[in-house]
């Protein structure tokens, strides 16, 4: 019998749990969850910071949108000095605290785009600042992306254009940091800057094959990568499937990780999935678990949203999505 404990109780591990508990024979699963109740970000609360049990809250949807709770919040010279206040998204929750506020959101990542798009509805002036592309669809008027903070000065937060702006709040949406404290130091795993290393796949730690992490990956179509993720760890656990050596694993993860550099990203995004590479890699690890990949209705409707809300931030939560001769065609309510 093969013992498995799932540590948490969000989307990655409920999944892990219903396909252990599925299969008694092979696995007997307990789960730990330091939450009353299990969802992770999808369950949503008002609340921040502390639960009545002294838990931090972790992260929570925002009201009105729709794994991790460390916040990431970048050291900028003079943020110490800012007379205004700052939060992190984590922390956000509804844009009618910001009602005719000026507001800055740094970074953008969904987060930053999903938050900044809310609160145009209540505040007065949204700055949207990052250092990614142009965003190519139309944006409120009240809405304006910005360059990078340079730093902050008491009333000011000055870009690295030499534009200083008078905000009350900024909002850093800055992602979160990887954290697994109750990994004791005999496990090897070394986190840096982004980067939980060694994770062959992003999934088996390759020292502790019996070690596996579900939803590292970030910018995927989550809950069917999720699922994908779990055969691949069922199939190593269950030793259906071989795994090569430790040095084959290690040479592995070095391949993918200076694949992604010389393609220009950054060690910080060592496990991002951009463009085709999401549906590259559920097609690596499905083929080697021998399990089903992500459909082709499932990778097109991903990515016909995807597409849409890039050009389209406006409007495109008002559009249903029905299949028709196996193409999605989105209707607008
Ligand atoms: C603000 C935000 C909005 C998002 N919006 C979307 C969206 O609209 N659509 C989408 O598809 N994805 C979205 N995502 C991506 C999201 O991360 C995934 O959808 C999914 O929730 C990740 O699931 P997870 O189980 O990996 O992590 P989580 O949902 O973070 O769950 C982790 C669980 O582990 C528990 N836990 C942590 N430490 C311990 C411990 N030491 N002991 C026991 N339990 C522990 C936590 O309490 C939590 O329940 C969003 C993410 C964020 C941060
Ligand atoms: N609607 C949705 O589906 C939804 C909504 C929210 C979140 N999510 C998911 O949840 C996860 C977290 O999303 P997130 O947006 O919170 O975090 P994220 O994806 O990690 O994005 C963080 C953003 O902050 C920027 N940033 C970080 N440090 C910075 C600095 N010092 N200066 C300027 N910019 C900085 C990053 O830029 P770089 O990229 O250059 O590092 C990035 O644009 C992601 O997987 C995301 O897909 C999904």
Redesign the pocket.
Known sequence: MNKVAV???????LCALRHLTARPNVFQAVA????SE?????LYTPRIHKHDNGVRV??S??QN?????IPNIPEIPGLKQFEGSFLH?HDYRVPEVFKGKTVLCLGGG??GIDIAMDLTSQAKKVFLSHRGKQITSPLPENLEETVEIKSFSENFVNLKDGRDLEVDTVIFCTG?KYDFP?LTKECNLNITDGRVYPLFKHIVHAKHPSLNF??VTKKVC??PTFHCQVQFMMANLDGSMKLPSYEEMLQDIEKDYETRRNEGMPHRHTHTMVGRKQWDYNDDITSMAETRPISKQVRDLFDKIHYTRINNLLEYKKYNYYLKNDNYVGVQN
């Open positions: 540590i948490g109780l969000g989307a990655s591990g730990f969850e330091q939450n299990v969802g992770g970000t999808w972790h992260s949807m925002y949108l729709k794994h991790y709770s998204s969904a987060s979160y109750f579900i939803g989550p809950f």
